[in-house]
């Protein structure tokens, strides 16, 4: 009985044995091996079986982009103003093997370095550069980092300045020039506003001044061509009249000819038209003598009519 307890024992005991020898290797991950103390391989990701008690895994890296914050160091610039400025460095480990052997403690040794890179940008910068050249700091100590850290086996994707913190009165000092700053646009702002107003008022004049004047030039030609054809229209009534009446001459003359007037009709109407050829205006008339006796009986035959009128 004593000897089945024992054979169990060792039975599960080189069970255990064979499990712990067999390892599996998650995705983005690798595993530094060493046997007795040396390097011995570096596994990738699936299934690996070490050598029992002689083998042993050394470290386990992350092959995953990763992300470290550090503190906000103290930095001088060119101009001697004293900030703190706190970096964000995303890396990646690209040798396992140089990882772990590289350096001790590849976070505290890159934190070290980021200080001391982003002390000697800073300090051949001002502070107006250094507010205004976040991009140009970021790309050189990102290229500074990555030639440093090359030989542990890390690759230094991005650094980013997480923020920049002046002192006190160098931010009081920032805040009145942009208070300053925003006060002088506004001014601008608004007298170009009152300029353009003043511009577009005036151009409103002007259309409305040129407007007018042609209004007026229209007007005037209207006016004009009413004139002009009321005059004609008048000169065609006038040449009209004239016609009708030359008309009417005719046909008087031409009802006279048809009549068969005798003589004293002839010098009644020779009479007639003496009278119309003075028409009020003569001083003194000549008439022939033949139409004499007739010019006495047509002033007989008038002073009877009159009579006649008077008595009724």
């Known amino acids: 009985m004593g000897k089945y307890i024992v ?4 039975v599960i005991l080189l069970l255990a044995l064979i499990a712990s020898c067999v390892k599996i290797v998650p995705q983005a991950h690798a595993y530094v091996v060493e046997r007795l103390g040396g390097y011995q391989a570096t596994w990738g990701v699936g299934l690996h079986i070490k050598m029992p008690i002689l083998d042993r895994i050394a470290r386990k890296v992350i092959l995953k982009e990763q992300v470290v914050d550090f503190a906000p160091q103290p930095v001088i610039t060119k101009d001697n103003v004293t900030m703190r400025i706190d970096t964000v460095v995303f890396y990646q480990i690209t040798d396992p093997k140089l990882y772990c052997y ?31 050249s976040r991009e140009t700091i970021n790309t050189k100590m990102r290229s500074t980092l990555d030639v440093a850290t090359d030989p542990w086996g890390i690759k230094v994707n991005r650094v980013e300045l997480k923020n920049i913190i002046p002192p006190t009165a160098i931010q009081d000092a920032m805040e009145k020039q942009m208070k300053a ?3 002088r646009r506004e001014a601008v702002t608004r007298a170009e506003g009152e300029k353009r107003s003043t511009v577009l008022v005036a151009e409103g004049k002007k259309e409305s001044a040129i407007l007018d004047a042609e209004a007026e030039k229209q007007a005037a030609i209207l006016r004009a061509e009413a004139k002009k054809e009321a005059t004609v ?35 009644l109407k020779s ?15 000549i008439i022939p003598s033949e139409i004499q006796g007739v010019a006495g009986l047509a002033k007989s035959v008038a ?10």
């Not at 505290?108 to 502070?127: H, K, P, Q, S, V």
């Not at 009479?271 to 008339?285: C, M, N, S, V, Y």
């Open 271 to 285: 009479l007639e038209a003496f009278t119309r050829a003075a028409d009020g205006k003569a001083t003194k008339i």
């Open 7 to 10: 054979f169990l024992i060792l």
């Open 102 to 132: 590289g350096v001790e403690n590849p976070i505290m040794a890159i934190e070290n370095l980021t200080a001391t890179t982003l002390r000697n940008i800073i300090g051949d910068l001002e502070l107006d550069e250094t507010l205004t």
């Open 233 to 267: 229209k008048e000169a065609e009534g006038q040449a009209e009249a004239i016609l009708k009446i030359q008309q009417a001459n005719a046909q008087g003359l031409e009802f006279l000819k048809n009549a068969a007037p005798d003589e004293a009709v002839l010098r």
């Open 181 to 183: 700053e925003r006060e």
């Open 303 to 312: 002073e009877i009519t009159k009579d006649t009128k008077e008595n009724q």
